[in-house]
């Protein structure tokens, strides 16, 4: 399998990051950004050599508003199918406003600010993903699949790729704050995580599936060991 990464900033320092996956047979976007930030897609995928129309997938990790914001306009630039976990669908929708359990200042101060529960063009996804489902991501030129990794949100799901590299969203993040201002192999909880065992339990099965790369969506990508240490410190909360 041959593909390229590119990272997509949605925000600068790693604050906001999506994800691009070249293949033979086009790309898959994971995650989308906030609303209005469709150019910062566009320009990677230029780098690519693409245009939207090779864009294949658009895999929504969750529905928290960096993540999901900008998934109907991605999908009516490029016609992608947006793929979601079931558990997520009401908030996808606007049918139901998501928990939000700040694990500490950041998001704490975002929550008072209320900016994680700003409304964004709600959709309907088209290809949905039932309990402990995976996708299979080799129609789409990768060797590698969509898995149910709940915890941070009740429906959060992960990209796993067969050589180990993991795009795993707000499963855990690193640096400071909110983005990657200390870009080192440090593990951080996201602003909010709804239930930090079931995301311990989450990385475990990560690695237990080969994961040796941890991409995230606040901050630089940290490995195996770091994650390692991370489950640690969740389990003793
Ligand atoms: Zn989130
Ligand atoms: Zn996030």
């Known amino acids: 399998m041959t593909y390229k990464l590119q990272r997509v900033p949605i925000l600068p320092l790693g ?8 293949t033979a047979k086009g790309a898959v ?3 989308t950004g906030l609303m209005g930030t469709e150019e910062k897609v566009g320009t990677q995928l ?11 997938l658009i895999v929504v990790t969750h529905g928290h508003v960096d993540h999901a914001g900008n998934a109907a306009k991605l999908r009516e630039l490029s016609g992608a199918p947006v793929v979601i976990h079931q558990a997520e669908a009401k908030y996808c929708a606007g049918e139901a406003k998501m928990k939000l359990c700040p694990t500490g200042w950041v998001g704490r101060y975002l929550y008072r600010r209320g900016l994680p529960l700003e409304p964004y063009t709600y959709f309907t996804p088209d290809i949905v993903m039932h309990d402990h ?5 080799r129609p789409y030129g990768l060797d590698g699949k969509v898995i149910f990794t709940p915890g941070h949100t009740p ?10 590299q993991a795009f795993v969203s707000d499963l855990l993040a690193s640096g ?16 909010f995580e709804e239930e930090p065992l079931e995301v311990a339990n989450a990385l475990e099965q990560l690695l237990a599936m080969g994961s040796t790369h941890f991409h995230v969506g606040h901050g630089f990508k940290l490995s195996a ?3 390692e240490r991370h489950i640690h410190r969740l389990r003793a909360l």
């Open 15 to 22: 604050m906001i990051n999506a994800f691009l996956l070249q």
């Open 29 to 31: 976007l994971v995650d």
């Open 46 to 56: 230029k780098k690519l050599g693409l245009g939207w129309d090779d864009l294949k």
């Open 133 to 137: 489902d995976e996708l299979d991501l």
């Open 155 to 164: 429906g959060s799901i992960s990209v796993l790729l067969d050589d180990g």
């Open 176 to 191: 400071y704050a909110l983005g990657g201002l200390l870009p080192v192999d440090r593990p951080q909880r996201p602003p």
């Open 225 to 227: 060991k770091a994650v």
